[in-house]
């Protein structure tokens, strides 16, 4: 290993560091325990692969709750997401639901490829 690492996330428990005939590689910088968070990222785009369709989405856009179980749905003013509560809808706006999620999520939703049933899915690939 070469000694040249810098810190990963900012906590200091990880750090990159290059392995040589490897490549680079994340090692831990202290003790680490079972089940603590080393590091965290948020995705660029996190949706509900099913349904697809946007007449029947099934699924808060931000945590995934059933919205048959919720009392109050909020939509997005810009895209057809759905969310089961204001402070979600809030949540995802000021995460990952951005103006450029909004654009990707309309043109998958309407994207034919991509609006398969989960059978025909199995059966046949998406490329």
Not at 17 to 43: F, H, K, M, N, Y
Not at 66 to 85: D, E, G, I, K, R
């Amino acid at each position: 290993m070469t000694s040249s690492a810098s810190k990963v996330g900012g906590s200091g428990l990880v750090k990159t560091v290059e392995i040589e005939g490897r490549g680079r590689a994340l090692v831990a910088s202290q003790s680490l325990r079972g089940g603590q968070i080393i590091l965290t990222d948020s995705p660029i785009l996190l949706y509900s692969a099913h349904p697809l369709s946007s007449s029947s989405n099934a699924y808060c856009s931000n945590c995934f709750r059933h919205l048959q179980t919720c009392s109050t749905l909020v939509s997005c003013s810009s895209c057809p997401c759905l969310f089961c509560s204001p402070d979600c809808l809030t949540d995802a706006l000021s995460s990952s639901h951005s103006p450029w999620a909004c654009l990707t999520l309309s043109l998958l939703r309407a994207s034919p490829s991509l609006s398969l049933s989960h059978s025909d899915a199995k059966s046949k690939p998406v490329f």
